[in-house]
């Protein structure tokens, strides 16, 4: 039977092109339909889309998949923003206000705007996530109702490069797939891995994908930092390879063997490892080369993403998740290098989830992100029904059944992780101009008031001149007049 209502979501991840369809309930809990898969690494590198035909096609096939399992037209899906090219960068906007103003709404909503219209070279803003405002000497998350005279926003703009940006948008126009909403996929994921006491305590979450590592900082419930580093569980597979073995061989070995720390007097110098029935690999050769990679990963974490002013702030401690979390002993190979004991790892979602998807049941943080995409969808994505008795007259194989019209919920484009489509970044810009316009125009009104004379006023200090200038023109007229009586 044909399902009416479902969501879709599509994870463009490093190696893979992951489509998942669900039903949510009003607990929240999500019942996974279907879920397909598209190796992508002939089109996208490390996240990041390089040939638009090739990924066109896999998105192409990744729906007809998902059509088929749920016997039902997809008119529309959800799509996870992630990859190498992100990073957050700090900005801050400035509005000198008239003495006294009280802050509103709209005011804080101008503010988001023109940070929003930050202009870097080559560079897309994605989201912006708000972290305080400044209200003269005091930091504020809400500061609707105080009197200032300047108020000052810092935000942290999550950007990527335009040319991933207009490639992301181009697969999807390619393929014919109309989009719901586009969210941040390491957002996303926060959102359903994360507990509220973690992000607000502060916490640093760890993604350890296959070609890259996603960073995300929280504190007091903002997002403070993100950014995506180009190294992942592929590259610890390729130095094992270079132990003169083939790539998918490595990769049987790190599963088998591989452990992220491992005690001095755990190495035996004289043991080896099993390749095959005929090969095998010195012990301390393979353990050295997983470790140093594994190190390299987390250092470049922990000193080189990590914000100083946050590392000692991180009450709720390191979550970690992906496919590189369920490592043996990842662990303490984090503590060893950052020396925080509070690690969790999050192989699943916070939602009850009922699947018959083994990717997903096997709870090792690999089908997280698909699952927080999933989460985030709000509007049914199914389409008419498709009919498998269709005959040479039904050529598309529809039946007349009418999609079922969920109505989209009304959100403010300012929503934290959602990316903005093309239009709504026109109707943004077009709306800055607008107010641009407005207040330029009421400038050249003041100052054409101040242009025009003013009426004298009544007393005043020209009335007083004019009366003594009258006075003194009568004085001269008595004067003459007495001069002609005389003569």
Known sequence: MAAKEFIVAIELGSSKITGIAGKKSMDGSINVLAVVREDATSCIRKGVVYNIDKTSACLTSIIKKLKTILKSEISQVYVGVG???????????????????????????????????????????LDAA????????????????????????????????????????KCFEKANISIAEMYLAPIALAHSVLSDAEK????????????????????????????????????????????????????????????AYTEIEEIDSNKTLAIDAERTVPMQAFIELVEARVNEIIENVWFGQVPPEYKDKLLGGIILTGGGSKMRDIKKAFTAITGVQKIRIAGTVSQKVTSNDKDINAHDGTMNTALGLLAKGDINC??????????????????????????????????????????????????????????????????LDKEEPEEPAKGGLFSRAFSKLQDFGRKLISEESDEDINR
């Open 200 to 259: 607000r305590g502060g916490c640093l979450l760890v993604d350890l994908g296959a070609d890259t590592t996603t960073v995300s900082v929280y504190y007091k419930n903002i997002l403070r930092h993100l950014a995506v580093i180009p190294l992942g569980g592929n590259n610890i597979t390729k130095d094992i390879a270079s132990l003169q073995m083939e790539e998918n061989e490595a990769e049987e070995m790190k599963l088998k063997y591989a452990s």
């Open 382 to 447: 199914a389409g008419s029904t498709i009919n498998p008795n269709a005959d040479l007259f039904d050529t598309d194989g529809r039946t007349s059944t009418p999609p079922v019209d969920t109505p989209r919920k009304e959100r403010d484009p300012r929503d934290t992780g959602v990316v903005m489509t093309p239009a709504e970044k026109q109707r943004l810009e077009q709306e800055r101009l607008r107010r641009e316009e407005e207040a330029e125009r009421l400038r050249r009104e003041k100052e």
């Open 83 to 125: 990859g190498q090219s992100i990073r957050s960068i700090r900005n801050s906007s400035v509005k000198t206000l008239p003495e006294d103003t009280i802050i509103s709404q709209d005011m804080i909503n101008e503010l988001m705007d023109n940070n929003r219209s930050t202009v870097y070279p080559d560079l897309e803003i």
């Open 130 to 169: 708000t972290q305080e405002f400044k209200v003269g000497t005091q930091y504020q998350i809400d500061p609707v109702g105080v009197q200032i005279d300047k108020i000052e926003g810092n935000f942290l703009n999550i950007v990527c490069r335009k040319a991933f940006y207009r490639n992301l948008n």
